[in-house]
C-alpha cells in the first residue's frame, strides 16, 4: 500500500476481492466512480488478461465490492468493440446485473475526444467519440462548472417542449443568465496524445482534463473517489489537481509502478508504503508488496 501526500492511497490488488478493497479503503467509504475498465477483450492489460477473459464476471466483481454508500454517483466509460463487421453490445449484461443490485440506468453521456484517429476504418467515419454510463440509487445536484458564454443577459422566456405537447417558460425566465451553468451530456475533451514519458507506459492513457472536469462537476472539495482500475494513474493526478481525495487499485503492479511515477513527476512528493516508512525510490524495484 503506498500513500501519497497522505489524501491518497495506491495498491497492487484485486477490485474484485472484498478483502483487497477493503485493505485499501481502512473502513473508508467512497462517494463517487469514475473509471475506464477495459472494453470488452480489446487489448492486453497484462496481468488482468485473465481477469478480463470473462468480463462481465469481471464488472461485477468490480461493483459488488465497490466500497460506496447509497447516494454514490457511478461513472462508467466504454467504448466500442466491433467483431465480425458489427460494434458489440458487449455492456448489456453487466448493465442489467447493476439494475438487479439497485443501480439505475441514471444517466448515458458522450465523451467527445476531438477529431477523428486518421486512417481508413473500414466504411465507418473515423472514431472519435466514446460513452459514459451513468448509475445511482439517488440523484445529486452538479456543480455549475462551466463559463455560460451569455452570462449577464436576460434569460428568454421559451424552453423545451414537454411531454404534454407543450413549450412552457424557463425557470427563471426573465432573470439575468449566472456566470456558469452544469455540463453538457457530451464531454468535450480531447483524447490522450503522445505517452506519459519517465513514467513508463500505459495503452489507453485516460486524459487527465477530463477526470478533472467530472470530478469538479459531480463532486465536493475534499471528498472520496474509488477508482477500480488505476491504470496509469489519471484519477489520483486529477482528484491532486481539483482538491479531492483518491484511493485506487490496479493488479498489475507494472500500473502501480506506472501511477507511483507519474505522482512523483507531477508533484515532487515521493509515494511512501504504509508498512514500512520507505518510499517508493528507495524502494529497490519500485514496487513494495501490498
Request: glycine fraction near 12%; include cysteine.
Amino acid at each position: 500500500m503506498l500513500v501519497l501526500k497522505a489524501r491518497h492511497r495506491v495498491m497492487c490488488g484485486d477490485s474484485t476481492s472484498a478483502q483487497d478493497v477493503a485493505k485499501l479503503m481502512a473502513s473508508a467509504v467512497a462517494s463517487f466512480v469514475f473509471t475506464s475498465p477495459p472494453y470488452a477483450q480489446q487489448r492486453d492489460y497484462g496481468a488482468a488478461k485473465d481477469k478480463i477473459g470473462d468480463w462481465d464476471a469481471l464488472l461485477q466483481g468490480v461493483f459488488a465490492s465497490a466500497p460506496v454508500g447509497n447516494d454514490a454517483q457511478l461513472l462508467v466509460n466504454l467504448g466500442l468493440v466491433h467483431r465480425d463487421g458489427e460494434w458489440m453490445p458487449y455492456w448489456e449484461r453487466w448493465i442489467e446485473w447493476m439494475r438487479a443490485q439497485g443501480w439505475r440506468r441514471f444517466g448515458w453521456y458522450v465523451w467527445d475526444q476531438g477529431p477523428g484517429l486518421p486512417g481508413d476504418w473500414n466504411g465507418r467515419p473515423a472514431p472519435s467519440h466514446e460513452f459514459v454510463f451513468h448509475f445511482n440509487r439517488a440523484a445529486r445536484k452538479l456543480h455549475k462548472t462551466i463559463e455560460s458564454k451569455h452570462a449577464g443577459a436576460t434569460l428568454s422566456g421559451g424552453g423545451l417542449r414537454s411531454s404534454d405537447g407543450n413549450v412552457h417558460a424557463k425557470t427563471g425566465a426573465g432573470n439575468a443568465i449566472q456566470s456558469h451553468r452544469i455540463p453538457d451530456s457530451v464531454f468535450r475533451v480531447m483524447r490522450h496524445k503522445g505517452g506519459i514519458g519517465k513514467a513508463g507506459s500505459h495503452p489507453a492513457v485516460f486524459p487527465v482534463a477530463l477526470v478533472e472536469e467530472v470530478l469538479a462537476a459531480f463532486t465536493d472539495p475534499g471528498e472520496l473517489v474509488f477508482e477500480p482500475f488505476c491504470g496509469s494513474g489519471t484519477q489520483v493526478i486529477a482528484a491532486e489537481k481539483v482538491g479531492r481525495r483518491c484511493f485506487g487499485m490496479d493488479i498489475d503492479p507494472a500500473y502501480v509502478d506506472v501511477t507511483c511515477r507519474r505522482w512523483l513527476l507531477f508533484t515532487g512528493d515521493e509515494p511512501v508504503h504504509e508498512a514500512t516508512g520507505r518510499t517508493f525510490s528507495e524502494m529497490t524495484d519500485g514496487q513494495a508488496d501490498a
